[in-house]
C-alpha cells in the first residue's frame, strides 16, 4: 500500500506532535538531569553516573520499593487482567443480572484514586472502620486490626484497593467480545460444545491482542500508581508498601533531590519498557487475530 | 461439575459486586453523616438524613465554576484525543512502514514516565506556551495523558476489524480518508467508546497537574473542590464524601450512556460475517 | 517510510530548541514576568478569596493602577486557618487596595501548597509573597530567591517592634531577616476535666507522673491519649519533643537546634522508648496510622482524656459538630511535665518579589498581616497565638473562649521552652515519622535503630 505514504504520514503527524509537546521536555530534563546533582532551586551539576551507582550499591528503601512495584506489575498483569477477563465472559453470558452488574462494577474506576484512599483508609480503620467492625458483629467483639499498619496485612491491604477493580480490563474485553462474529458461536454449538468450552478455545484464542493490551495498561498502571498509597500508608510501615513512584515522588518534593529522583525514573522507564516488549512478544501484539 | 461450576459462578460474581458496591454505599452513607458520625462508628445508620454536607460542599468551595470547567475540559480534551489517536492508532494497527516499531517503542515511552519527574517540565512547557491558567493548557495535557491508553485499545481494535472490509471499499474506488472516515470509524464504536470513557475518566479526575497548572478559579477543575475539605488541621469527611458524590456523579451518568456505544458491537459483529 | 523518520527527528529537534529556551527563561529571574501575564486579564482571580461578587466588577478602572502581587495560600476551605486569611485580605484590600492589589491563588491542601512552591521554586517563578512553612524558606535562601526584610525593617523600626526582637531571630540566619513571623506557637496540652476527676490525678509535674496519670486513668476505664502517627504524627510528636525539650540542658538544646543532624542522643532514645509505651498501652487502637482527624475526634467525643495541641483547637470544643454541646466547659489546659512549652515562631511570610515595585507591594502586605492589625485578625478570626505582646484578647473573644485566656496564661507561666519537631527538623523527617513509628511500635526496629534511622534521613538534606 506504498500509495498511502501521504495519508500515512498525515495520521501520524499529530500524535507525534501531541507526544512532543506533552513528554519531550520531560523526558529530555529526566534523561539528562538523571547525571547530576540537582536539588530545588539550584543549577544542576554533571556527577556522571554517580546516582546510578548509589541507587544500586547502597540505597535499602530503592531496593524495597523495586521489589514491591515488581511485584504489583506481576499481580495486577496476571490476577488482575484474569478477573477481568472471567467477570467479562460471565456477562457476556447476558443472564439476568449482567446490565446491573457491569455497571457496578465500574463504580471504583469512577472514583479518583484520592477519594478511593479516604475511603478505604475510613473503611479499614481499626477502630471504627466498617470492616472491622463486621467482623465484630459475627463474635470477637474486641477485634481491631489495624489492616493498613500492621506488617503482615499492610501489602495485602493496599493491594486490595485495586486488584479486584477490573472493570477496566472487563469492558475492553467485552467490546472485543461483542466483535466476534455470532456464527462462531453458533456453529460451535451446534456442533454441541459447551459453554465453557467455546470460551475456552474459541473465544479466548480470538482475544488474544485485547488481552495482551490489558495486561500491557494494567501491569504499567502499576509504574505510576501513586495516590492511594499516599493516601493510605505513606508507603509504611517501615517500606512494606513503598513502591518507585512514591519514592520518587519523595526524593524530588520530600528530600529537594531532583537529580536522584530523576536517576530512579529512567531506572523505572528502563524496566517498564522491558516489561512492554516482553508482553509484546508474549502475545505477539501487533498481528491481526485472524 | 455443572453446578459446583454454576455456583462458582455466581459466588464470584456476588463477591465482585459487594466489594465494588459496598464502599459505594459505604460513602453514599457517609455523606448524609457528620464528621463525628463517620469517624465514631463507620458502619451506622447516619442519625437522620441531613442535606447539609451538600450544601456546605457548594459553599465552601466554588463547586459551579469547576463543574463548568470539567465540563469543558471533560469533552474538549476527550474529543481532541480521540480524534488524534484514532488516525494513528488506525494507521499503526494497518500499515506497514519503516520507523514504526521505533515509534511504537516511542510513543509507549508516555505510558512508563513517572508523574513526579513531569511536574516541572510540564509547567515550564506550558508557561512558555502561554497556555499557563488557561483551561486549553488542561485539555491539551490531558489529551497527552490518555495518549498510551487511548493508542493501545483503539490500535488493539483496528486489529480486529477484517482487511477484506477496507480493501472492499477501495475496490469500489473509495479513497484512504472516505475509508477511514465512513468505513472504519462507525464500526469502530465499541473501541471508541471504551478510550472515550478512560479518557473521560482522566480529564475528570486528574488533580496534581490541574492545581500546578492553574492559578484561578476560572480554569480550575473539580477534583481541586474534594481538598478543600482536606487539610493538616480540619478535615471534614462528611463534606469531603458529599463533594465526592458531587463529582462523580456525572461520570456514573457519562458512563451509563456510553455503555450503550461500547456494547452495541453486535452492529459491528453483523458486518463482520 | 523516510518520511515521517525525519517528521520524528525534526520535532525532536524542536522540542531541544523549545527545552533550551525555556532552561535559559527560567534561570533568569529577572526576566520571567510573563508567568503573570495570563492571569492578569482576569479579574476574578485576584478577588477570590474575599468572595464578593461585587468586588469584581468595581475594582477595574482605577486612576492609577495598583501593583500587582501573586501570593499563594492554603489557607481555604476548612483550614483553621481559612476565615483569618479572608479577613486579613478583605481588610488589606479595603485599605490598600488601591495601591496593591494582591492576586490570590488558592491551593486547597498543605501538601499540594508546598509542591507547586517547589515545582515554582525550581522554575524561578516563586510568587510575590510567600509562605515559608516546611522548608519552603530554606529552598527560596539556599536559591537566592527572596529579599530580606532588613532594609524594610530598619527604615520601619515601629513594625520592628511590633514583631518582637525574639521573632525576627527566629527567622534571621547570618544576619539576614529572610522572613517575618505572623505566629507563635504555644502548645500545651488539653485534657478532659472530668476523666482527670474519676481517676483521681492532676496535671502531671514529672513524666513518671505522667505515666502513672494514664495507668490510672486506664484503671478508671479511659484510653488516657490521643495520638495519631500518620501524617506528621503532630499529636504524638508534640510529647516526643516535649519529653525531649524538658529532659535537661542536653535535650533542651537539642529541641532548639535548627535541622538537628544527629538524633543518636541518650535524651532522644529515652523519648522515643516512653513514646513507645504510651503508643502501646495507653492510647486508641488507631492511633497507629491515624491521621489527626482521628485524634481530634477521640478527644472531641470523650473518647481519650489528653490530646497534646495548638489554641487554634479551642474554636473546635465549641463547634457542635465536631464535639458535643457544653465540651468546651469540661477541657483543661496545662503545660507539659517539667513546666515544659512548645513555643516558637513561624516561619511565615517571605518575600519574593522581583522588581523593586512588586517587592515594595509583597512588603507592604506582609507588614500589614504580621503588623498589629494584622496579629488582632488572626486572634480575633482564628485563636492564633500573636507574636506581640501587644495584642491582648478582646473582652469578647474572652468571654466566648475563656480557654484561650486560660491557655496564655499558662504559657507565661510555663519555664522551660523549645520548639515542635515539624519547625526545627528538615522536611523529610517530617514525612518519615509515619514510617518510622510503626516499625518502633510493631517491634521490627529499637529506639536506637529509629534515632539512627532518622539521623541518615537528615543527612540526605546536603
Known amino acids: ?290 | 461439575m455443572k453446578i459446583a461450576f454454576t455456583i462458582g459462578k455466581y459466588l464470584f460474581v456476588f463477591v465482585i459486586v459487594l466489594l465494588s458496591l459496598g464502599p459505594f454505599l459505604w460513602m453514599l452513607m457517609a455523606s448524609f453523616k457528620t464528621n463525628a458520625e463517620i469517624l465514631s462508628n463507620s458502619l451506622a445508620w447516619p442519625s437522620h438524613f441531613r442535606f447539609s454536607n451538600y450544601t456546605m460542599a457548594f459553599k465552601i468551595a466554588p463547586l459551579s465554576r469547576f463543574y463548568i470547567n470539567s465540563v469543558i475540559v471533560g469533552i474538549a480534551g476527550t474529543v481532541l484525543n480521540l480524534l488524534i489517536l484514532g488516525m494513528s492508532a488506525y494507521v499503526l494497527a494497518r500499515f506497514q512502514f519503516r520507523g514504526k516499531k521505533l515509534l511504537t517503542v516511542l510513543l509507549s515511552l508516555s505510558l512508563l514516565i513517572p508523574g513526579a519527574a513531569m511536574l516541572q517540565p510540564l509547567y515550564l512547557t506550558v508557561n512558555t506556551l502561554g497556555l499557563y491558567d488557561k483551561l486549553i493548557g488542561l485539555i491539551i495535557v490531558y489529551a497527552g495523558f490518555g495518549l498510551p491508553v487511548s493508542l493501545y485499545i483503539l490500535s488493539s481494535y483496528f486489529l480486529t476489524i477484517p482487511k477484506e472490509m477496507e480493501e472492499s471499499a477501495y475496490l469500489d474506488g473509495a479513497g484512504f480518508m472516505r475509508t477511514f472516515f465512513k468505513i472504519i470509524l462507525p464500526i469502530s464504536r465499541p473501541g471508541f467508546g471504551t478510550a472515550a470513557v478512560l479518557q473521560f475518566l482522566l480529564c475528570w479526575n486528574e488533580f496534581q497537574f490541574a492545581i500546578i497548572l492553574t492559578t484561578g478559579n476560572q480554569s480550575r477543575t473539580l477534583p481541586l473542590a474534594l481538598y478543600y475539605f482536606k487539610s493538616q488541621f480540619a478535615s471534614d469527611y462528611g463534606v469531603m464524601f458529599a463533594a465526592t458524590m458531587i463529582v462523580i456523579a456525572p461520570s456514573i451518568i457519562v458512563y451509563i450512556l456510553m455503555q450503550r456505544q461500547v456494547v452495541s458491537g453486535l452492529a459491528a459483529g453483523a458486518v463482520k460475517g | 517510510m523516510n518520511k515521517t523518520f525525519f517528521k520524528t527527528g525534526g520535532a525532536i529537534a524542536g522540542a531541544v530548541v523549545l527545552l533550551a529556551s525555556v532552561t535559559a527563561c527560567g534561570s533568569n529571574n529577572s526576566s520571567s514576568p510573563n508567568s503573570g501575564v495570563s492571569s492578569s486579564d482576569n479579574p476574578s482571580a485576584s478577588t477570590s478569596a474575599s468572595a464578593s461578587a461585587s468586588a469584581q466588577a468595581s475594582e477595574q478602572i482605577a486612576p492609577k493602577a495598583p501593583v500587582k502581587i501573586k501570593y499563594l495560600t492554603y489557607r481555604v476551605g476548612t483550614h483553621a486557618s481559612a476565615k483569618l486569611e479572608a479577613e486579613q485580605i478583605k481588610q488589606f484590600n479595603a485599605k490598600y487596595g488601591n495601591e496593591v492589589e494582591v492576586q490570590v491563588e488558592e491551593i486547597p491542601s498543605d501538601s499540594a501548597y508546598e509542591d507547586k512552591l517547589k515545582i515554582l521554586a525550581a522554575s524561578g517563578d516563586i510568587p510575590d509573597v510567600v509562605m515559608g512553612k516546611n522548608g519552603i524558606n530554606d529552598i527560596l535562601i539556599k536559591g537566592n530567591l527572596a529579599t530580606p526584610f532588613n532594609d524594610y525593617l530598619s527604615q520601619d523600626p515601629e513594625w520592628a517592634k511590633e514583631i518582637g526582637d525574639e521573632a525576627l531571630a527566629a527567622n534571621t540566619r547570618d544576619g539576614k531577616v529572610w522572613s517575618i513571623s505572623d505566629q507563635k506557637q504555644t502548645v500545651g496540652y488539653f485534657y478532659n476535666k472530668e476523666m482527670f476527676e474519676k481517676a483521681g490525678i492532676k496535671p502531671a509535674q514529672t513524666w513518671d507522673e505522667f505515666m502513672s496519670n494514664n495507668e490510672k486513668l486506664k484503671g478508671a476505664g479511659f484510653v488516657p491519649l490521643a495520638l495519631m502517627t500518620g501524617e506528621n504524627a503532630w499529636t504524638t510528636n508534640l510529647i516526643l519533643a516535649s519529653i525531649v525539650g524538658t529532659s535537661g540542658e542536653a535535650g533542651n538544646k537539642f529541641m532548639n537546634t535548627l535541622h538537628p543532624s544527629d538524633f543518636n542522643t541518650p535524651e532522644m532514645i529515652d523519648a522515643l522508648g516512653k513514646v513507645k509505651t504510651m503508643l502501646e498501652k495507653y492510647t486508641t487502637k488507631d492511633a497507629i496510622g491515624a491521621g489527626y482527624a482521628n485524634a481530634a475526634n477521640s478527644f472531641c467525643q470523650a473518647k481519650a482524656a489528653i490530646i497534646a495541641n495548638g489554641p487554634w483547637m479551642i474554636g473546635d470544643f465549641s463547634d457542635t459538630t465536631k464535639c458535643a454541646a457544653g465540651f468546651d466547659q469540661k477541657v483543661g489546659i496545662a503545660a507539659f511535665p517539667g513546666n515544659g512549652m512548645i513555643s516558637s515562631y513561624e516561619v511565615g511570610y517571605m518575600n519574593g518579589g522581583k522588581t523593586q515595585e512588586t517587592r515594595d507591594a509583597a512588603e507592604k502586605f506582609i507588614r500589614f498581616k504580621t503588623g498589629l492589625e494584622g496579629q488582632r485578625i488572626a486572634l480575633e478570626f482564628g485563636n492564633v497565638v500573636p507574636v506581640s505582646d501587644q495584642v491582648q484578647p478582646s473582652d469578647e473573644l474572652k468571654q466566648k473562649y475563656p480557654l484561650l485566656v486560660e491557655s496564655i496564661e499558662v504559657g507565661n507561666q510555663s519555664q522551660v521552652h523549645y520548639g515542635s519537631f515539624d519547625s526545627i527538623v528538615y522536611p523529610n523527617v517530617t514525612d518519615a515519622w509515619k514510617l518510622l513509628y510503626p516499625e518502633l511500635v510493631f517491634g521490627k526496629s529499637t529506639a536506637e535503630e529509629i534515632a539512627k534511622k532518622l539521623s541518615e534521613i537528615a543527612a540526605k538534606n546536603k
Not at chain 1, 52 to 63: E, H, N
Not at chain 1, 201 to 221: E, H
Not at chain 1, 252 to 269: E, Q, R
Open chain 1, 1 to 290: 500500500m506504498t500509495n498511502y505514504r501521504g495519508y500515512i504520514a498525515l495520521f501520524l503527524m499529530p500524535t507525534v506532535a501531541l507526544f512532543l509537546l506533552v513528554y519531550a521536555v520531560s523526558i529530555v530534563i529526566l534523561f539528562g538531569t538523571s547525571f547530576t546533582e540537582w536539588s530545588t532551586g539550584l543549577k544542576p551539576a554533571f556527577i556522571g553516573f554517580r546516582n546510578f551507582v548509589d541507587m544500586f550499591a547502597k540505597d535499602a528503601s530503592f531496593k524495597d520499593g523495586f521489589w514491591n512495584t515488581a511485584l504489583w506489575v506481576l499481580l495486577q498483569s496476571t490476577l488482575h487482567v484474569l478477573i477481568g477477563l472471567v467477570f467479562a465472559i460471565i456477562l457476556n453470558m447476558k443472564e439476568f443480572y449482567w446490565k446491573f452488574a457491569r455497571t457496578v462494577f465500574m463504580f471504583p474506576n469512577i472514583i479518583s484514586g484520592a477519594a478511593v484512599g479516604m475511603l478505604f483508609l475510613c473503611m479499614l480503620n481499626p477502630n471504627f472502620g466498617a470492616v472491622n467492625s463486621i467482623v465484630r458483629l459475627f463474635g470477637d467483639g474486641e477485634y481491631a486490626q489495624n489492616w493498613f499498619m500492621d506488617y503482615a496485612t499492610a501489602f495485602l491491604s493496599v493491594t486490595m484497593t485495586w486488584l479486584p477493580y477490573a472493570a477496566v480490563v472487563t469492558i475492553l474485553i467485552l467490546a472485543e467480545i461483542a466483535a466476534i462474529p455470532d456464527s462462531l458461536f453458533e456453529s460451535a454449538r451446534i456442533d454441541g460444545a459447551s459453554e465453557l468450552k467455546i470460551n475456552l478455545f474459541i473465544v479466548i484464542p480470538m482475544l488474544r491482542n485485547i488481552i495482551g493490551t490489558c495486561v500491557i495498561l494494567a501491569g504499567t498502571s502499576m509504574l505510576q500508581k501513586m495516590d492511594i498509597i499516599m493516601m493510605t500508608t505513606g508507603g509504611g510501615p517501615g517500606n512494606t508498601t513503598l513502591n518507585l513512584p512514591m519514592y520518587i515522588y519523595k526524593t524530588a518534593m520530600m528530600d529537594n533531590n531532583f537529580g536522584y529522583s530523576n536517576a530512579v525514573g529512567v531506572f523505572l522507564i528502563g524496566f517498564g519498557i522491558v516489561f512492554v516488549l516482553l508482553v509484546r512478544y508474549l502475545f505477539r501484539i501487533g498481528n491481526a487475530s485472524t
